[in-house]
C-alpha cells in the first residue's frame, strides 16, 4: 500500500502448459482401448474354438457370399422366379436363355446368311457351322442362369434356416457350397449335435425339419439329385455287423426318403451312396465330427439339346 492511501492491485499472469488440449486425447484414447479390448476378444476365442467350430463359423459366413446377382430387390428370392410360374411352377424351369432370340428366327437368320455367302445348308436349312455355334452359344449361356438359380437357392436355404428358431442355432451346421458339380448342401456333424443317433441310421427331430426345409428349396429347382452318406475315419462294427459302409448307405437313403416325403419327386434321384471314410471333410483330422454328413448335390448338368436338333 502506498504511502498517500491509494491501493494498488498487482494482476499476476500464470503461465500454461502449453495452451488447451480440450477432449480429442480421450476419445482416441477411447478407441485405442476398445480396439485392445476387440483384438484380445479374438485371441481368446481363437484358443477356445476347435478346428470344426473354426470352419463352421468360417462356412456360415463365406456361403452369404455366393450370390453376385444383383436383379430383382436383392434380398433372398427378391424379384426373381425359378420358372415360369415361380414356385409354383413344381419343379419345372425353362432352360431357354433369356437373351437368346427364338429358335426359328436363329434358323431364318442362319439361312439368309449361308444364301448370302453362298454356304450349304441341310434339309432344315441351318448348316453345320452355324449349328455347332448354335450349341456352343447355348452351353455359354446357360451356365450362367443355373448359377443364379443355385445362388438365390443357397439364400433361401440359410434364410429359411434362420426363420425357424428351433433349428436356428443349427444353421452353422449346414454347409451350402457351388463347385464345377452342382450346388453341394451338407448336413455336417458337430460334437455334442449329431445329425443321427451314433451308430444308427435313426435321424435326429432337428435332422428332419432341416432336410424339410432343404426340400422345400431344391424342389423348386429341376436338377437330378445326389445323395451321399459319409462317417468319420473310426472303425466301426454293429451288433449285426454293420460297418461304415453299410452305416453311410442306409443315412443316405434315409435322406433320400425325408426329402421324396417332403414332396421332392422321385424320379429326381440320380443316385444314393454311401461313402463311408472315404472322402473326409477335413482331411487334416479323418476322425473329426465334421467328417459325419449327407451331403446333397443338385447336379449342374449339359443342357438337352433342343427339339429337332440332332445331337
Do not use: C
Request: charged share 20%.
Amino acid at each position: 500500500m502506498a504511502s498517500d492511501g491509494a491501493v494498488i492491485i498487482k494482476k499476476i499472469k500464470k503461465g500454461g502448459h502449453g495452451g488447451h488440449h480440450g477432449g480429442a486425447w480421450k476419445v482416441a484414447y477411447a478407441d485405442f482401448v476398445t480396439a485392445m479390448m476387440a483384438f484380445f476378444l479374438l485371441m481368446w476365442l481363437i484358443n477356445t474354438t476347435t478346428p470344426e467350430q473354426k470352419r463352421g463359423i468360417a462356412d456360415y459366413f463365406a456361403a452369404q457370399s455366393i450370390s453376385q446377382t444383383s436383379s430383382g430387390a436383392g434380398g433372398v428370392l427378391g424379384g426373381t422366379v425359378m420358372g415360369k410360374l415361380g414356385a409354383q411352377a413344381g419343379g419345372s424351369v425353362s432352360i431357354t436363355p433369356k437373351n437368346s432370340p427364338p429358335m426359328n428366327a436363329q434358323k431364318s437368320s442362319t439361312k439368309d446368311v449361308n444364301n448370302r455367302k453362298g454356304g450349304s445348308t441341310d434339309a432344315q436349312g441351318t448348316s453345320p457351322a452355324s449349328q455347332v455355334q448354335s450349341d456352343q452359344h447355348l452351353e455359354q449361356a446357360l451356365p450362367s442362369s443355373r448359377d443364379e438359380d443355385f445362388a438365390t437357392a443357397a439364400e433361401a436355404i440359410h434364410q429359411a434356416m434362420q426363420d425357424m428358431p428351433d433349428i436356428a442355432a443349427l444353421s452353422r451346421q449346414v454347409i451350402v457350397e457351388q463347385t464345377q458339380d452342382g450346388l453341394r448342401i451338407q448336413l455336417v456333424d458337430q460334437d455334442q449335435r449329431p445329425m443321427f443317433a451314433p451308430g444308427t441310421a435313426q435321424p435326429m427331430p432337428y435332422t428332419r425339419k432341416m432336410l424339410d426345409a432343404v426340400a422345400k428349396i431344391i424342389d423348386r429347382l429341376p436338377n437330378r439329385i445326389s445323395i451321399s452318406g459319409h462317417t468319420d475315419g473310426k472303425p466301426f462294427t454293429g451288433a449285426d455287423g454293420t460297418t461304415n459302409w453299410e452305416l453311410s448307405a442306409a443315412r443316405a437313403n434315409v435322406a433320400r426318403a425325408i426329402l421324396t416325403g417332403a414332396g421332392v419327386q422321385s424320379d429326381r434321384i440320380y443316385e444314393v451312396a454311401g461313402k463311408a471314410g472315404a472322402e473326409p471333410l477335413l482331411p487334416e483330422d479323418p476322425n473329426a465330427s465334421a467328417n459325419r454328413r449327407i451331403s446333397i448335390l443338385l447336379m449342374k448338368e449339359a443342357p438337352p439339346v433342343p427339339a429337332g436338333v440332332k445331337p
